[in-house]
């Protein structure tokens, strides 16, 4: 078992910057890839970025790309999300989750285990 914890989120004016943190606990962080994902209200949770085991493969959602960045530190026990050029549109709860196989995946179902989620509210 794994332990996800997020924190950084809060309200932000749009074009501002927040980052994100998953601090893990329990087994052995650096073997699972790592991504993040985002509900808004009455919207599906769709994700956002993921990044493999070391650190050497990452993907971004089309609507991130070029703004946020996903990365990790295996000695830390934490993964990251950069959000940068932040826009009304990305207000969601944003979650981190892992998964066993280590790899770069971008559906839900491919996490094994799942944080309780941070609320980012970006202003017009």
């Known amino acids: 078992q794994v332990q996800l914890v997020e ?10 910057s927040l980052r994100l943190s ?36 990452t993907d971004y959602a089309d609507s991130v790309k070029g703004r946020f960045t996903i ?20 207000t969601a709860v944003y979650s981190c989750a892992a998964a066993d196989s280590g790899l770069v995946l971008v559906t839900t179902y491919d996490y094994d285990y799942w944080g309780q989620g941070t609320q980012v509210t970006v202003s017009s």
């Open 7 to 16: 924190s950084g989120g809060g309200l932000v004016q749009a074009g501002g």
């Open 22 to 57: 998953c601090a893990a606990s329990g087994r052995t962080f650096s073997r699972y890839a790592m991504a993040w994902f985002r509900q808004a209200p009455g919207k599906e949770r769709e994700f956002v970025a993921a990044i493999n085991w070391s650190g050497g493969a």
């Open 71 to 90: 990365s990790r530190d295996n000695a830390k026990n934490t993964a990251y999300l950069q959000m940068n050029s932040l826009k009304p549109e990305d």
